[in-house]
């Protein structure tokens, strides 16, 4: 009969370790459990045509070509000159990355969902690709959004005391120091710049995505960028929407 006992109190301890356990790593595993959507198709675009004869010894990342720019950003309804930096920014993240398959309107529709393109506010963007006026997003003081305490003393979002996400594609201002990266070549990374900051966010994308031809890469990719099932939904049916209209799906 004390055999039995015991084996009973050894029998509920293995249980409760045993199920102790799977709710740990269901949580710790939370990422994993997350329904991966399958990619949204990935636009192409018509790039200029390089001068005949012209060589180089380094990769040089083409513009959009210009008619095509035109037609598409009237089919969807993108500023041309966010489209240019979009299709420039997924062009330079692929070479860098060539295992990443980032698509121009998955750049775009995180443009769209994070700032309208550049135009959160009435504003929009210059010729340079400069925001018109200064983009920037919600103290990030616990209410209603993370509380993240002040990281660059004011310097990109004139709040000393919290962040701000700043620019057209909403950086932090602790991820821009690590993430931003140079996409017009004057040789600094300014986050209210649409090519610095497409350049940033596509490359941000590959490096937490891995292959973003897949659907638990693409996923990642993008939950990476805003924790919310329903944010990545939104720029997964943006990034399809833009596929279809321009009429370049590959």
Not at 173 to 179: D, I, K, N
Not at 188 to 202: C, E, G, H, T, Y
């Amino acid at each position: 009969m004390l055999r039995l006992k015991r084996l009973a109190v050894l029998g509920l301890f293995a249980f409760c370790v045993i199920t102790g356990f799977l709710f740990w790593a269901l949580r710790f595993s939370g990422a994993e459990t997350r329904a991966a959507l399958p990619p949204p198709p990935r636009a192409a675009a018509k790039l200029e045509t390089l001068s005949s004869g012209i060589t180089s010894a380094v990769n040089i990342t083409r513009s959009a070509d210009a008619q095509w720019l035109m037609h598409a950003a009237a089919q969807t309804d993108i500023p041309a000159r966010a489209l240019r930096a979009y299709v420039a920014a997924a062009g330079a993240a692929n070479e860098s990355a060539p295992a990443c398959g980032i698509g121009w309107n998955t750049v775009a529709a995180v443009g769209f969902v994070e700032s309208g393109h550049g135009t959160y506010g009435g504003g929009s963007l210059t010729n340079a690709g400069q925001a018109g006026r200064p983009i920037v997003g919600p103290s990030l003081d616990g209410d209603g959004f993370a509380a993240i305490h002040d990281t660059d003393a004011g310097a990109l979002d004139g709040d000393a005391r919290w962040d701000h996400a700043v620019g057209p594609m909403q950086f932090i201002p602790s991820t821009w120091q690590l993430a931003g990266r140079d996409g017009n070549g004057d040789g600094k990374a300014d986050p209210f710049n649409i090519d610095d900051a497409a350049l940033s966010a596509a490359s941000y994308l590959c490096a937490h995505g891995g292959d973003l031809t897949t659907a638990t890469g693409w996923t990642d990719a993008i939950y990476s960028y805003n924790q919310s099932d329903s944010y990545v939904d939104h720029v997964r049916d943006r990034a399809a929407a833009y596929a279809a209209q321009s009429g370049t799906a590959g």
